[in-house]
Nanobody, 119 residues
Framework: QVQLVESGGGLVQAGGSLRLSCAASGSIFSINAMEWYRQAPGKQRELVAAITSGGSTNYADSVKGRFTISRDNSKNTVYLQMNSLKPEDTAVYYC?????????????WGQGTQVTVSS
């Protein structure tokens, strides 16, 4: 099994910054794409940012220029640096990882971390 544990969420004023972390553990041979999603109340979960094992990144238009995704492959950890936060960024943020394990390929989700941006 693969476990993903997120941390770094919290309450911040508009214009502020937060850094989310997501650490993967378990019987992992390798990790391919790692992604951050978010889900606001009453809305569908949406992709925020993604990063491949080689470091290529992709962002939702709503966060381009404000958020930066990165990863430390030696620690099986993905980060999301969020700057210039807006109230509309308020959501539960989830990480997802596509891993190769002894059981084959797996898509795993973290438990989520709350980000609240006050105006």
């Amino acid at each position: 099994q693969v476990q993903l544990v997120e941390s770094g969420g919290g309450l911040v004023q508009a214009g502020g910054s937060l850094r989310l972390s997501c650490a993967a553990s378990g019987s992992i041979f390798s990790i391919n794409a790692m992604e951050w999603y978010r889900q606001a109340p009453g809305k569908q979960r949406e992709l925020v940012a993604a990063i491949t094992s080689g470091g290529s990144t992709n962002y939702a238009d709503s966060v381009k220029g404000r958020f930066t995704i990165s990863r430390d492959n030696s620690k099986n950890t993905v980060y999301l640096q969020m700057n210039s936060l807006k109230p509309e960024d308020t959501a539960v943020y989830y990480c997802r990882a596509n891993t190769k394990t002894s059981y084959g390929s797996m898509l795993s989700w973290g438990q989520g971390t709350q980000v609240t941006v006050s105006s």
